[in-house]
């Protein structure tokens, strides 16, 4: 068990800048998940972790010990890939016991190990089976199985889901929480599906370009998203964004698009106040948009006009999505709602839990403003 | 409106038109195969009947075959000692190319393979042997094993090196090992080949996965590599078997045999008689014993080593 962190770490392919001054600290015992778009680097800074790659600069420690210079083997990590990467030759077996026999452990102790392994995974049946007789479910349990018979410091999961079925990938994903829970040991993860980031870790580092652009709960992510990156990234459907500008006045501040003026309310007037004349993106979730008929209790209603491009019904709700002027935009509404295709409606926007981004400081990727 | 018309107008005939299509379907495939069928077995099956027919003659090649003999060819192949030398010569081939040729293109291949700059231009190198005709290839090495130093590249250097000049292809004792030397140069690039196909299939990941599980480099290449590579390496080793049984050009352009028979293939000593001292009928019973050993090795080794791929499971 072992906390690892990252500390300026660059790693470059040629000219390709991979991973962009890394740096930040997973916890012992923790359950970090990278999570970004496919090329942000994720894997990368997982593989360098893993010793499989060298990295160009900075420092990467495992425990109190820096591991830049260590061979993968020397490390006392264990890593799902996201094959799974079994070994094709060996049976079930074979490949859990491989790294143990490779470490001359006594045969008792591998023979325990690996049926402890199988009765946790409830692979005890598979285990003088060849991979290429597995399902995808059992090869990726055989796989996790190889990790967990090293008792490695800190584990390392590479898409691990990725290659199962929708349904099988629930179920594997509370297993491997399970399995994190009853093991306490270090978990790193690696993901580009922001629902597993965020139903798995206790923690999530989300990436872009290679580039850190937020580590924290899933619910601070949620709710306090650092950019309009993260903001877009986690959550499905994805936040709704407009180009607006902040207005004063008769003393009461405005979000302005061109197709909406939305009252700011009060008590965030001191925040965005500064930002009076400013252009910003406006930024609000799709369950933050009601149907006036069916609204929660508590929220700051604020009518916007409407046309109904596309409804997608999800059973326990609906999905609208809406042009509001030249805007597309989605909402999350009571399924009990009923729309036609092409009519104007009214939807109220819940104005105590929008987002504003400062897109004049930082064009490229707005950040937050609070 | 008819969405799919086809199916439609195909439903009531399946019953009837069922029995003819299959009919028609063999008919095709009986079509197809025809020309092929007829080619293999003008120019492979009739020839070798034809030559089991004529190895049990005493004949010349000219006018009709007469004077038969029965077996009595095969048993003066299999007890002149000529023969027999060939035989061991072959057995020597086939020994240093397994022990000596096939490891060196794996481990030439293994090199070549990773991602170190200017593999591409080592890789080209190593292969150019293979494409040179094998004439060409001969005479260069008669050339390179040039008994007098003033011409011979090797005898040169030897010379320079103060030591003695070897009559590389005029030593009986050292002959069989000068042309094992230039077939080795002439064959390891395919070899190479063969096995760089064979390691870009083991997915990097495996490789990756038993490095983390704590292999060096030498457990990941004899416990990873190795297995993953076997069905390339049968296929390799099967290949360069039958090349030695049938290994003439070489041989004949470079010594002919000789001296002294001190070369001799099967394949040299069968176109001697056939071909040289025209005893077709005493040719054709060698051509018919090379055949039957490529045909037993092959089913022998096909038997022996019929394990699935364990990438593919073929």
Not at chain 1, 71 to 98: C, G, W
Not at chain 1, 112 to 138: F, H, M
Not at chain 2, 73 to 96: E, G, Q, S
Not at chain 2, 197 to 215: F, H, V
């Amino acid at each position: 068990m072992a906390s690892v962190t990252f500390d300026h770490v660059v790693k470059k392919f040629g000219d390709v800048l991979a991973v962009n001054d890394l740096s930040f600290t997973i916890d012992d015992k923790e359950f970090l998940v990278l999570v970004g778009p496919s090329g942000c680097g994720k894997t990368t800074a997982l593989r360098c972790l893993a010793g499989l790659e060298e990295i160009t600069s900075g420092t990467i420690k495992i425990g109190d010990q820096v591991v830049n210079d260590i061979p993968p083997k020397d490390r006392d990590i264990a890593m799902v890939f996201q094959s799974y990467a079994l070994y094709p030759h060996m049976t079930v077996f074979e490949n859990m016991a491989f790294g143990l026999k490779l470490r001359k452990m006594p045969k008792e102790e591998i023979q325990k190990r690996v049926d402890a392994a199988a009765k946790t995974l409830e692979i005890q049946n598979l285990l003088n089976r060849k991979p290429r007789e597995l399902s995808g479910g059992q090869r990726q349990r055989v796989a996790v199985g190889r990790a967990i018979v090293r008792e490695p410091k800190v584990f390392l999961f590479d898409e691990p889901l990725s290659n199962l079925d929708a349904k099988l990938r629930v179920q594997t994903r509370k297993e491997i929480t399970k399995l994190h829970n009853s093991l306490k040991t270090t978990f790193i993860y690696v993901t580009h599906d922001q629902v597993e980031a965020m139903t798995m870790g206790t923690r999530i580092a989300v990436i872009n370009h290679g580039v850190l652009q937020q580590v924290d709960t899933p619910q601070t992510l949620y709710d306090s998203p650092a950019n309009q990156f993260v903001a877009g990234f986690i959550g499905s459907p994805s936040m709704n964004f407009f180009q607006a500008k902040i207005s004063k006045s008769d003393g009461k501040l405005f979000v302005v698009t061109d197709s909406f003026k939305l009252e700011i309310p009060k008590e965030k007037n001191k925040v965005y106040g500064p930002y009076d004349g400013k252009k910003v993106i406006f930024g609000i979730r799709p369950e933050d948009i009601y149907n006036p008929e069916f609204p929660s209790t508590g929220i700051k209603a604020a009518p916007v006009e409407c046309k109904v491009d596309l409804l997608e019904l999800m059973g326990d709700e609906i999905y609208v999505y809406l042009m509001s002027g030249s805007h597309d935009l989605v909402a999350r509404v009571d399924p009990r709602s009923k729309y036609t295709l092409g009519s104007k409606v009214q939807m109220a926007f819940d104005m105590s839990k929008f987002h504003i981004f400062d897109i004049e400081q930082n064009p490229e990727n707005p950040i937050a403003i609070r | 409106m008819q969405f799919f018309p086809v199916a439609q107008s195909r439903e009531p005939q399946k019953n009837e038109a069922d029995f003819p299509r299959k009919l028609k379907d063999r008919l095709v495939i009986v079509l197809f195969l025809l020309p092929a069928l007829v080619l293999f077995i003008t120019f492979v099956i009739y020839p070798i009947f034809r030559s089991i027919y004529f190895s049990t003659f005493n004949w010349k090649g000219f006018g009709p075959a007469v004077d038969y003999v029965g077996l009595d060819n095969y048993r003066k192949i299999l007890t002149d000692t000529v023969f027999l030398k060939a035989i061991k010569n072959v057995l020597i081939i086939i020994t240093l190319s397994l022990g000596l040729q096939l490891p060196l293109a794996l481990i030439l291949a293994v090199m070549v393979g990773r991602d170190l700059p200017g593999r591409s231009v080592f890789r080209t190198i190593f292969f150019l042997p293979y494409v040179l005709s094998e004439v060409n290839t001969a005479i260069m090495w008669m050339l390179l094993y040039n008994a007098d130093p003033e011409r011979g590249f090797l005898n040169a250097i030897m010379t320079l090196l103060g030591l003695q000049p070897v009559a590389w292809l005029a030593d009986m004792n050292i002959v069989i090992y000068a042309i094992f030397f230039t077939l080795t140069w002439k064959y390891f690039g395919f070899h190479m080949l063969l096995y760089l196909t064979g390691l870009q299939n083991i997915p990097k990941e495996i490789e990756e996965a038993a490095r983390i599980d704590g292999a060096n480099a030498v457990q990941n290449f004899f416990r990873i590599t190795l297995p993953l590579l076997s069905s390339t390496l049968k296929t390799s080793v099967y290949m360069s078997i039958l090349g030695s049984i049938q290994q003439f050009i070489i041989v004949w352009v470079m010594t002919r045999g000789g001296p002294v028979n001190a070369s001799e293939t099967m394949a040299t000593y069968m176109y001697r008689y056939g071909f040289v001292r025209f005893q077709l009928g005493y040719g054709s019973a060698v051509a018919i014993i090379m055949f039957l050993f490529c045909m037993i090795f092959s089913l022998l080794y096909q038997a022996l080593t019929r394990k699935p791929d364990y990438l593919t499971g073929l």
